[in-house]
Antibody, heavy 119, light 108 residues
């Protein structure tokens, strides 16, 4: 069965970086895009960007360009998202989500990773 | 960028009642590109409806989606206790994916 499992919660100081992992299993990793979605405390869902696990190409939402880097490792079926120059506003739960057939919706989600930025 | 506006913000209903949630787009959205998700506290969102009206795997038939163009609706025919949650619509267009702000369905 399809599973998407994310790394655990992180606490970081302002100015630091964090790298979150998202390991996929139960399907052909390179056949489906992976997205990242942010949810600030008490807020809604915000699409951050997409990575094509087949070739590593990425597209980021304009709001997140410059501060986010998405990569993948096909040998371990894992995608990563690195956030740099963290500020308190980056405190949120970050989800990876698989792009469903035709890549227009998200059919399987990771459990979420809470990133807390605090001095 | 297409903006999705959901209404109402909060819906207060009793178990067994019918829930009607609205999602309005700032520009026309292809029906194939409109989805709905359910999110419970502390959990990841779950896909309910894709293609505006197709239920995802394992979703009960009390959930239905409809609409086209700029107006879409999620209907829960008879609310079960486990249906009280936040619901989001989502669209794809021009290599961008966007969500509505959510509707909370709470117990009256």
């Amino acid at each position: 069965q399809v599973q998407v499992v994310q790394s655990g919660a992180e606490v970081k100081k302002p100015g630091a970086s964090v790298k979150i992992s998202c390991k996929a299993s139960g399907y052909t990793f390179t056949s489906y895009y992976m997205h990242w979605v942010r949810q600030a405390p008490g807020q809604g869902l915000e699409w951050m960007g997409i990575i094509n696990p087949s070739d590593g190409s990425t597209t980021y939402a304009q709001k997140f360009q410059g501060g986010v880097t998405m990569t993948r490792d096909t040998s371990t079926s894992t995608v990563y998202m690195e956030l740099s120059s963290l500020r308190s506003e980056h405190t949120a739960v970050y989800y990876c989500a698989r792009g469903g057939n035709s890549n227009v919706y998200f059919d399987y989600w990771g459990q979420g990773t809470l990133v807390t930025v605090s001095s | 960028e297409i903006v999705l506006t959901q209404s109402p913000g909060t819906l207060s209903l009793s178990p067994g009642e019918r829930a009607t949630l609205s999602c309005r787009a700032s520009q026309s959205v292809s029906s194939n590109y409109l989805a709905w998700y359910q999110q419970k506290p502390g959990q990841a969102p779950r896909l309910l409806i894709y293609g505006a009206s197709s239920r995802a795997t394992g979703i009960p038939d009390r959930f239905s989606g409809s609409g086209s163009g700029t107006d879409f609706t999620l209907t829960i025919s008879r609310l079960e206790p486990e249906d009280f949650a936040v619901y989001y619509c989502q669209q794809y267009g021009s290599s961008l994916w966007t969500f509505g702000q959510g509707t909370k369905v709470e117990i009256k």
